[in-house]
């Protein structure tokens, strides 16, 4: 029994250097500014359930529920395989703080001026201390549990990259005992709207200044 005991320990150890050293590289391509995304229109209920279908064995085996409930059509602009990528760490963190017996939902909804992806789990939740160093690479909660479950400290640092390369924003809100919410959102239409009014404040300025010049 111990040499097997020991064998499974190096495997999950080698699993978790493998994940650890192909983050590091998706980092660095990041950091480098040679991570280009694609800028065409992406179905929300598809990446979720593409990504909750990724992680089902994941799940499985922590005997985790993830649920996707469908609202129907919502899309945004963006990249959907980064964005699916974004959307399963966010998963993985979930479960990580997660008990054995829980759900995860990945719930989504659109309006007319930006679309939004809440991830909701039943965990043990964060401390307040805590939330505002979560997305910054290598901060670990708990040192031990992450070893347990193969974490690596840079999951959420990655979505934070990825959801600025979107020009979207993230937050998160948090209890403890009470569990985690996660909000992403791609407000499309508001920067196309912030842009429009930008570009009338320039050309009324223009105006101003050049019957300014006239006078």
């Known amino acids: 029994k111990e040499p097997g005991r020991y064998t499974e320990a190096i495997g999950r150890q080698l699993r978790r250097l493998n994940r650890l050293e192909e983050e590091l590289m998706l980092l660095s391509t990041i950091d480098s500014g040679t991570l280009t995304l694609r800028r065409e229109p992406v179905d929300v209920y598809t990446v979720l359930e593409l990504a909750a279908e990724n992680l089902a064995e994941f799940a499985g085996d922590r005997g985790i ?15 959907m395989e980064w964005t699916m990528e974004a959307v399963m760490n966010l ?4 479960m990580e703080h997660s008990p054995e017996g829980s759900r ?5 909804s659109s309006n007319f001026l930006y ?3 809440r991830i909701l789990d039943e965990g043990e939740g964060f401390l307040p201390e805590d939330i505002p160093h979560l997305f910054e690479r290598f901060y670990r909660v708990d040192k031990s549990r992450s070893k347990a479950t193969g974490g690596t400290g840079l999951g959420l ?21 009470k569990g985690t919410e996660i909000v992403v959102v ?4 508001l920067k196309e709207h ?4 930008k570009l009338e404040q320039e050309s009324i300025q223009a105006t101003e200044a050049e019957k300014a010049e006239e006078a």
Do not use: M
């Open 115 to 117: 679309t939004e992806i």
């Open 104 to 108: 995860i939902v990945c719930d989504y």
């Open 157 to 177: 640092a990655i979505v934070k990259h990825i959801v600025a390369q979107h020009e979207a924003k993230i937050f998160l809100e948090s209890e403890p005992k």
């Open 186 to 189: 791609f407000s499309d239409a």
């Open 91 to 94: 998963l993985k963190n979930s």
């Open 194 to 197: 912030e842009k429009q009014k």
């Open 65 to 79: 529920q993830i649920q996707v409930p469908d609202r129907g059509r919502a899309e945004f602009t963006g990249d």
